[in-house]
T-cell receptor, first 109, second 117 residues
Framework: EDKVVQSPLSLVVHEGDTVTLNCSYE??????LLWYKQEKKAPTFLFML????IEKKSGRLSSILDKKELFSILNITATQTGDSAVYLC?????????FGTGTLLAVQP | SAVISQKPSRDICQRGTSLTIQCQVD?????MFWYRQQPGQSLTLIATANQGSEATYESGFVIDKFPISRPNLTFSTLTVSNMSPEDSSIYLC??????????????FGPGTRLTVL
């Protein structure tokens, strides 16, 4: 059965800290690994990774995929209160995404 | 990326009734999907909305409970039928445009928060 596991389940940090969120996956017909940020209802797209070892960056966020170890991380540097959200990881298969349960990040001033 | 709207944004319904949720995209897209997110849970795919044919349902979801329409490449509806309190969830549509050969890159609508009393 396909599964995506995220850790930690929740995290509390202070502004300026750096955080690393983890995602492991077992997905049949794996194509890609996606990260989303969910603040209220709608997940907003962050990254899609398809190749191992190639870091993707967007501002203070970066992510990398290890297809050998079936693992991805999302890094956020110099965290801000606006980074507080649930971060979702999803494994992309042929016609679907399989989501993890998310990491709840709280950034305190 | 495509701009996606959903209606209604929220609703409170009585058990035994049905609610139809609409998803509208500002451009033609190849794939449209419907997800459910129960309280405290992650997103679960209900079905893929296929243009011009019946939707493809995931295990645990059936057409009688969640009928789906997709009359064209920019619009889809999901109906939650004969609702019970267990159907209280956020319902999300997402789109994926495969015209450029890019698979899996899905973008989500704003969601519909449904509460069943």
């Amino acid at each position: 059965e396909d599964k995506v596991v995220q850790s930690p389940l929740s995290l509390v940090v202070h502004e300026g800290d750096t955080v690393t969120l983890n995602c492991s996956y077992e997905v049949t017909n794996f194509r890609s690994l996606l990260w989303y940020k969910q603040e209220k209802k709608a997940p907003t797209f962050l990254f899609m990774l398809t190749s191992s070892g190639i870091e993707k960056k967007s501002g203070r966020l970066s992510s990398i995929l290890d297809k050998k170890e079936l693992f991805s991380i999302l890094n956020i540097t110099a965290t801000q209160t606006g980074d507080s959200a649930v971060y979702l990881c999803a494994g992309g298969a042929t016609n679907k995404l399989i989501f993890g349960t998310g990491t709840l990040l709280a950034v305190q001033p | 990326s495509a701009v996606i709207s959903q209606k209604p944004s929220r609703d409170i319904c009585q058990r035994g009734t049905s609610l139809t949720i609409q998803c509208q995209v500002d451009s033609q897209v190849t794939m449209m999907f419907w997800y459910r997110q129960q309280p405290g849970q992650s997103l679960t795919l209900i079905a893929t909305a296929n243009q011009g044919s019946e939707a493809t349902y995931e295990s645990g979801f059936v057409i009688d409970k969640f009928p789906i329409s997709r009359p064209n490449l920019t619009f889809s509806t999901l109906t939650v039928s004969n609702m019970s309190p267990e159907d209280s969830s956020i319902y999300l549509c997402s789109v994926e445009d495969r015209q450029g050969g890019s698979y899996n890159e899905q973008f989500f609508g704003p969601g519909t928060r449904l509460t069943v009393l």
